[in-house]
T-cell receptor, first 115, second 114 residues
Framework: KAGVTQTPRYLIKTRGQQVTLSCSPI?????VSWYQQTPGQGLQFLFE???????NKGNFPGRFSGRQFSNSRSEMNVSTLELGDSALYLC?????FGTGSETQYFGPGTRLLVL | AQSVTQPDIHITVSEGASLELRCNYS??????LFWYVQSPGQGLQLLLK????DTLVQGIKGFEAEFKRSQSSFNLRKPSVHWSDAAEYFC????????????WGAGTKLIIKP
C-alpha cells in the first residue's frame, strides 16, 4: 500500500499571501489529521477530518482552515501568511475513531518558509 | 490537562550501548500510547504502540517499550544502538472520544558516539 503523500514538499511564500497544502491518505483511511511542527513549539495539532467532517480543531487562528474530499484527500489552507507560520506541516491518516485503530501514519511533510 | 513529558532533550549514547528514552504522561483514563521517530527533514515513523494487554510491546528496528500504569510511564528501550538510530524520538498520547488527537512530548534527540 502506498503511504501518505503530501504535496508540495517545499514552499516559499511571502507575508500576506495564502497557501494550500495537499494530503493523500493511505487507501482505505478515512481520517486525516494535520500538525504543525516548529523548533519552538514542537508538534501541535491543527485539525482532524473524518468522512469530510471536521471533528476536532486545535488552538490555531481562523487563518488556518482545511477540508476533506469524498475520496478522503485533504487540503489545508493558510491565509494572510505570517513569518511565524514557517514550519513543517505534517499530515497523518488513520482508519479513524471507532474502528479500533487510532494509529496515525504520517506523510513526509510540507516545509513552508514565509519571507 | 493532558500532557506528555520527555524529560531528556538530548541523549548521547555510544554505538552498541543500550538505550532508554523516558516518557511520562498525564491523562485520566488508560491512554493509547505511541513512540515515533523522525529523521532530519523527514516525517514521523511509527516505532510501536500500546493500546491494551501486555505491557511490554515490541516495535520495529529492535525497539521495545514498557507501559507502567503506576508510574504513568511508557519508556522506550533498545539493547544495542546502531549509528542509524540517530534521530529524534517522540512519545505521544491519543485522546479519544470526541476530542480525538495526539498529544506530543517535546522529543528527545538521540546522538550516537562512534
Amino acid at each position: 500500500k502506498a503511504g501518505v503523500t503530501q504535496t508540495p514538499r517545499y514552499l516559499i511564500k511571502t507575508r500576506g499571501q495564502q497557501v494550500t497544502l495537499s494530503c493523500s491518505p493511505i487507501s482505505g483511511h478515512r481520517s486525516v489529521s494535520w500538525y504543525q511542527q516548529t523548533p519552538g513549539q514542537g508538534l501541535q495539532f491543527l485539525f482532524e477530518y473524518f468522512s469530510e467532517t471536521q471533528r476536532n480543531k486545535g488552538n490555531f487562528p481562523g487563518r488556518f482552515s482545511g477540508r476533506q474530499f469524498s475520496n478522503s484527500r485533504s487540503e489545508m489552507n493558510v491565509s494572510t501568511l505570517e513569518l511565524g507560520d514557517s514550519a513543517l506541516y505534517l499530515c497523518a491518516s488513520s482508519l479513524g475513531f471507532g474502528t479500533g485503530s487510532e494509529t496515525q501514519y504520517f506523510g513526509p511533510g510540507t516545509r513552508l518558509l514565509v519571507l | 490537562a493532558q500532557s506528555v513529558t520527555q524529560p531528556d532533550i538530548h541523549i548521547t549514547v555510544s554505538e552498541g550501548a543500550s538505550l532508554e528514552l523516558r516518557c511520562n504522561y498525564s491523562y485520566g483514563a488508560t491512554p493509547y500510547l505511541f513512540w515515533y521517530v523522525q529523521s532530519p527533514g523527514q516525517g514521523l515513523q511509527l516505532l510501536l504502540k500500546y493500546f491494551s494487554g501486555d505491557t511490554l510491546v515490541q516495535g520495529i528496528k529492535g525497539f521495545e517499550a514498557e507501559f507502567k500504569r503506576s508510574q504513568s510511564s511508557f519508556n522506550l528501550r533498545k539493547p544495542s544502538v546502531h549509528w542509524s538510530d540517530a534521530a529524534e524520538y517522540f512519545c505521544a498520547v491519543a485522546l479519544g472520544g470526541s476530542n480525538y488527537q495526539l498529544i506530543w512530548g517535546a522529543g528527545t534527540k538521540l546522538i550516537i558516539k562512534p
